[in-house]
T-cell receptor, first 116, second 113 residues
Framework: DTAVSQTPKYLVTQMGNDKSIKCEQN?????MYWYKQDSKKFLKIMFS???????INETVPNRFSPKSPDKAHLNLHINSLELGDSAVYFC???????????????FGPGTRLTVL | AQTVTQSQPEMSVQEAETVTLSCTYD???????LFWYKQPPSRQMILVIR??????QNATENRFSVNFQKAAKSFSLKISDSQLGDAAMYFC??????????FGKGTKLSVKP
């Protein structure tokens, strides 16, 4: 069974389009994340949700909107795609613990977004 | 700024030999987690090893071990008996104040047969 899944794995689209990436975890975790990996392989947090509530929102254009329908899902919607949005997007999940810390994060397979 | 620094962009090791990847980090917290993740060409992020900062003992997972120096804020990864399948990008990460991971820029490890 896949622990953290993302769809699609590859996404090629034109500038200006709107697209969504879906993420689901079956680990029973209460916290989910979106990370962006740029062309130089640098990984950076974008958003974090705990029990469907937004707890991290890094400096990300408001064209990016996360949506968490329940604690097993965290989708990423991107409006008006730009060339610079081309990257690999990773979803991850973990269990929040006392002391504002989390257990190990498990990652999805990543979605490679290419904007033409 | 809370940063994680991996000073070796690329490393190479002979099969069956030992290699050490370095990592230093910055934090004002006293208790936190540190991680090494491996990213092979498949791009899947795979947890290699985890260290809790309050534990003195260095974490070990089979051929992988860490040298954790809390005072020096250093967290290096040692890979013993290197195998071809160890070739990958290795990322050091520290837990951020809100549970997110703060990653270093990665070290690309090549394994020569």
């Amino acid at each position: 069974d896949t622990a953290v899944s993302q769809t699609p794995k590859y996404l090629v689209t034109q500038m200006g389009n709107d697209k969504s990436i879906k993420c689901e975890q079956n680990l029973g975790h209460d916290t989910m994340y979106w990370y962006k990996q740029d062309s130089k392989k640098f990984l950076k947090i974008m958003f974090s949700y705990n029990n469907k509530e937004l707890i991290i929102n890094e400096t990300v254009p408001n064209r990016f909107s996360p949506k968490s329908p329940d604690k097993a899902h965290l989708n990423l919607h991107i409006n008006s795609l730009e060339l610079g949005d081309s990257a690999v997007y990773f979803c991850a999940s973990s269990q929040f613990m006392e002391g504002a810390t989390t257990d190990t994060q498990y990652f999805g397979p990543g979605t490679r977004l290419t904007v033409l | 700024a809370q940063t994680v620094t991996q000073s070796q962009p690329e490393m190479s090791v002979q099969e069956a030999e030992t290699v050490t990847l370095s990592c230093t980090y910055d934090t004002s917290e006293s208790d936190y987690y540190l991680f090494w993740y491996k990213q092979p060409p498949s791009r899947q992020m795979i947890l290699v090893i985890r260290q809790e900062a309050y534990k003195q003992q260095n974490a070990t997972e089979n051929r992988f071990s860490v040298n954790f120096q809390k005072a020096a804020k250093s967290f290096s990864l040692k890979i013993s008996d290197s195998q071809l399948g160890d070739a990958a990008m290795y990322f050091c990460a520290r837990e951020g104040s809100q549970g997110n991971l703060i990653f270093g820029k990665g070290t690309k490890l090549s394994v020569k047969p």
